[in-house]
């Protein structure tokens, strides 16, 4: 995919693929790309260029809320929670694009509506449970702590079952402690069979839980592999160091010395 806008290039011919059930993260300095490659998976922008498959479709062209459909939900890398509404409310937020009901029978509340917002409320206090927020739901949502108000985010997010989940930033602003509860969230949501891509900042947090990661640098893919393999790399350290601290680290590794 590629992503013009006027006199940069924030997206250029990046090539990647996800693979069902894994914790794919995307890491690379500022102005990267990332968000901008989130932007483009979930619909928000068209691609200047390329093509993007999910789940066997071409869904290049399908507007943001069809890709929900099909199941793909994302999170924004700045809290975005109805600060006035109920925990509750704000989990069902998430699952207004699947309601099925026609106007008619919403405005009526005809049975066959009702039955619908049962299944929806359910779903959306399963949501609340996964992430540790059930004791929360009628609390307004401007109550929470920042930690809290993240994990609602995912619960929304998460509220329709999605196959393929998008986090943008999720530790951003996070204690260590607010961190080390969203990793075991992360894999939790992975082991229930949903698939993670995310962008993280925090290098712990990804080497922690991703088996893969792709690196970006001017929305270019600068390297991909396992986590392992991308604290080894010598382009990876360049991008986010500089050359002249890569140099030296390069040369004090080689001197046996640790640490820099
Ligand atoms: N809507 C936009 N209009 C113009 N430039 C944009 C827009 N969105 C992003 N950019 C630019 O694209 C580049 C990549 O941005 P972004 O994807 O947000 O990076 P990252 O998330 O990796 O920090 C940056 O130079 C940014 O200023
Ligand atoms: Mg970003």
């Given at each position: 995919?590629?992503?013009?806008?006027?006199?940069?290039?924030?997206?250029?011919?990046?090539?990647?693929?996800?693979?069902?059930?894994?914790?794919?993260?995307?890491?690379?300095?500022?102005?990267?790309?990332?968000?901008?490659?989130?932007?483009?998976?979930?619909?928000?922008?068209?691609?200047?260029?390329?093509?993007?498959?999910?789940?066997?479709?071409?869904?290049?062209?399908?507007?943001?809320?069809?890709?929900?459909?099909?199941?793909?939900a994302?999170?924004?890398?700045?809290?975005?929670?109805?600060?006035?509404?109920?925990?509750?409310?704000?989990?069902?937020?998430?699952?207004?694009?699947?309601?099925?009901?026609?106007?008619?029978?919403?405005?009526?509340?005809?049975?066959?509506?009702?039955?619908?917002?049962?299944?929806?409320?359910?779903?959306?206090?399963?949501?609340?449970d996964?992430?540790?927020?059930?004791?929360?739901?009628?609390q307004?949502?401007?109550?929470?702590?920042?930690?809290?108000?993240?994990?609602?985010?995912?619960?929304?997010?998460?509220?329709?079952?999605?196959?393929?989940?998008?986090?943008?930033?999720?530790?951003?602003?996070?204690?260590?402690?607010?961190?080390?509860?969203l990793?075991?969230?992360?894999r939790?949501?992975?082991?229930?069979?949903?698939?993670?891509?995310?962008?993280?900042?925090?290098?712990?947090?990804?080497?922690?839980?991703?088996?893969?990661?792709?690196?970006?640098?001017?929305g270019?893919?600068?390297?991909?592999?396992?986590?392992?393999?991308v604290?080894?790399?010598?382009?990876?350290?360049?991008?986010?160091?500089?050359?002249?601290?890569?140099?030296r680290?390069?040369?004090?590794?080689?001197?046996?010395?640790?640490?820099?």
């Amino acid at each position: 995919m590629t992503r013009r806008y006027a006199g940069l290039i924030a997206v250029d011919s990046v090539d990647m693929q996800v693979m069902p059930g894994g914790i794919h993260a995307v890491i690379g300095p500022n102005g990267a790309g990332k968000t901008t490659l989130f932007n483009l998976v979930s619909g928000l922008v068209p691609p200047s260029a390329g093509q993007i498959r999910f789940a066997g479709q071409d869904v290049t062209r399908l507007p943001a809320n069809r890709r929900a459909a099909l199941g793909l939900a994302r999170t924004f890398q700045n809290i975005r929670v109805f600060a006035a509404m109920t925990v509750l409310e704000n989990a069902l937020t998430g699952l207004h694009a699947r309601l099925a009901s026609n106007l008619p029978s919403v405005v009526l509340r005809l049975p066959a509506f009702r039955a619908e917002e049962r299944r929806a409320v359910a779903r959306a206090r399963a949501a609340l449970d996964l992430v540790g927020l059930a004791d929360k739901a009628g609390q307004r949502a401007q109550a929470l702590s920042y930690g809290d108000q993240r994990r609602l985010e995912i619960a929304r997010a998460i509220a329709p079952e999605p196959r393929l989940l998008l986090l943008d930033e999720p530790a951003a602003g996070m204690n260590p402690a607010e961190t080390a509860a969203l990793a075991v969230l992360v894999r939790r949501l992975s082991g229930l069979g949903t698939t993670v891509l995310l962008v993280e900042h925090d290098m712990g947090f990804v080497m922690d839980i991703s088996d893969r990661v792709t690196v970006l640098n001017f929305g270019r893919r600068i390297f991909e592999g396992a986590p392992h393999d991308v604290r080894q790399e010598p382009a990876v350290i360049e991008a986010y160091l500089g050359h002249k601290v890569a140099a030296r680290l390069a040369a004090g590794a080689r001197a046996g010395m640790r640490g820099a």
